[in-house]
């Protein structure tokens, strides 16, 4: 994962800046998310979730952003001999998205906003909900129609919540 960050980041940094789309310009689409939680003393979970977006250009190349993810299927790990499944409830958000793009088929983009979550933890056969919110960052880049996308959605004292996403977007 550490490669794919790299490569991404060297090609955000060294595109020509060009218009990604024009300013009045609406978007949408959805990526399936691969989530990552990570919490310290204990095994990665990682569910899966399905993530729609829907944006609007205020500039050539600044969009602003609504997304909201509900969880497709969770994940459990054992912790002293107890199953421990993770569900995410869902993830709602609002992010600025910068493009820098070398091609009109391409575009670089970096994210910064806001996430708020909802997990549950089965234990047992109790159920406990969780929820929190903060400020999230990524960067990603569209190819086309297709997207491909690194996103810490929390990053809190005693955990993270991130993803490696790929998806559909499409100009409207």
Do not use: C
Not at 55 to 65: K, R, T
Not at 72 to 92: F, K
Not at 145 to 165: G, H, P, Q, T
Request: aromatic letters at 12%.
């Amino acid at each position: 994962m550490e490669k794919i960050l790299l490569v991404v980041t060297l090609a955000f940094l060294y595109s020509p800046i060009s218009l990604a789309a024009s300013e009045g310009n609406s978007y949408g689409g959805f990526q399936y998310a691969l989530v990552t939680y990570e919490e310290d003393g204990f095994d990665d979970i990682e569910p899966t979730a399905l993530v729609g977006r829907y944006g609007q250009f205020v500039s050539d190349n600044v969009a602003i952003e609504g997304r909201l993810g509900i969880g497709l299927q969770d994940d459990s790990i054992d912790v002293l001999g107890v199953d421990v499944d993770l569900e995410i409830d869902h993830l709602l958000g609002v992010y600025g998205v910068f493009h820098a793009t070398s091609n009109s088929d391409t575009s670089v983009y970096g994210v910064l906003g806001f996430t708020q979550g909802e997990l549950s933890v089965d234990v047992l056969g109790e159920t406990f909900t969780d929820d929190d919110s903060g400020l999230s960052y990524g960067f990603g880049v569209n190819i086309q129609s297709f997207n491909i996308e690194y996103m810490m959605y929390l990053d809190e004292d005693d955990y993270e919540v991130s993803a490696i996403s790929l998806g559909y977007i499409a100009n409207f």
